[in-house]
């Protein structure tokens, strides 16, 4: 059982990673460029993004994170690991809270800009950009923390297994 305790622990924690990285990449360096991008460019990038993000590898983390992290947390149940759960536990809310996020915020956002249509058919570029850019980008700051955190509590709650285990 501490086996398989410890791989759940560590999917759950690499697939926190994952997502807590790749918001900070947007945060630091794709939404910063694409801000001094003109609309039609940022429009039609954004709306590339979002179709290709759509993909096995990145599916496997967003929802493998919340659901992982669940699994790991029913794992350690328990009167022995109450030390561990606690921080998985926090982990899988925080999980779930930036998976809210994107699914209620930033995924809204996502299709009402590809709902705008062709960047090149669109006549007001300025009014569909204000629409999605910063509160885009609000939102994603807010799921890069969520995911970050949990990411903090799974590796917490690795060295406290660690610890018991040694």
């Avoid at 039609?44 to 947390?73: C, E, R, Y």
């Amino acid at each position: 059982m501490n086996t398989l305790r410890t791989i759940a622990l560590l999917l759950a924690t690499l697939t926190s990673g994952l997502l807590a990285g790749l918001y900070y990449g947007y945060a630091n360096s794709v939404m910063p460029a694409l801000g001094q991008a003109d609309n039609k460019t940022m429009i039609d990038v954004m709306q590339k993004i979002n179709v290709a993000i759509i993909n096995p590898v990145f599916m496997l983390s967003f929802l493998g994170a919340p659901v992982i992290t669940i699994g790991a947390a029913a794992m350690f149940l328990g009167k022995d690991m109450r030390s561990v759960l606690g921080w998985v536990v926090a982990a899988a809310v925080l999980n779930i809270a930036g998976t809210v996020v994107t699914f209620a915020l930033n995924i809204p956002l996502n299709d009402q800009l590809d709902a705008a249509g062709d960047p090149n058919q669109i006549t007001d570029l300025a009014g569909v950009r204000g629409d999605f850019f910063d509160a885009w980008v609000r939102w994603n700051i807010v799921r890069l923390l969520l995911h970050t955190a949990a990411f903090g509590a799974l590796a917490w709650s690795l060295i406290l297994l660690g610890r018991r285990t040694v």
